[in-house]
Nanobody, 120 residues
Framework: QLQLVESGGGLVQPGGSLRLSCAAS????????IAWLRQAPGNERERISCISIGGSTTYADSVKGRFTISRDNAKNTVYLQMNSLKPEDTSVYYC??????????????WGQGTQVTVSS
């Protein structure tokens, strides 16, 4: 079965850190650009980061300097390191994969989402 599975979400205090993982099964991530997106209740889905097949990265202004996306093709996994977390980062986080060099508006595969809650 072709799928992405996120893990690593949870409850963290403001200022804390989490690392999300996005593992692929049934296909090889090295041929895909990978995005992390998030959506909070009542808000539109926001793409917060993307990593190309060549390793180039982009970030939304809302997370720039705090979040880092990386990929380990040997483990078929992409990560999102989230530092200095704020309550406004609370959301469901999704990873998505699109075949080709760069992220676009549509994706071939989506994960099921993982909840991140930032609260004291």
């Amino acid at each position: 079965q072709l799928q992405l599975v996120e893990s690593g979400g949870g409850l963290v205090q403001p200022g804390g850190s989490l690392r999300l993982s996005c593992a692929a099964s049934g296909f090889t991530l090295r041929y895909y650009a990978i995005a992390w997106l998030r959506q909070a209740p009542g808000n539109e889905r926001e793409r917060i980061s993307c990593i190309s097949i060549g390793g180039s990265t982009t970030y939304a202004d809302s997370v720039k300097g705090r979040f880092t996306i990386s990929r380990d093709n040997a483990k078929n996994t992409v990560y999102l390191q989230m530092n200095s977390l704020k309550p406004e980062d609370t959301s469901v986080y999704y990873c998505a994969a699109v075949k080709g060099s760069f992220c676009g508006l549509t994706y071939d595969y989506w994960g099921q989402g993982t909840q991140v809650t930032v609260s004291s």
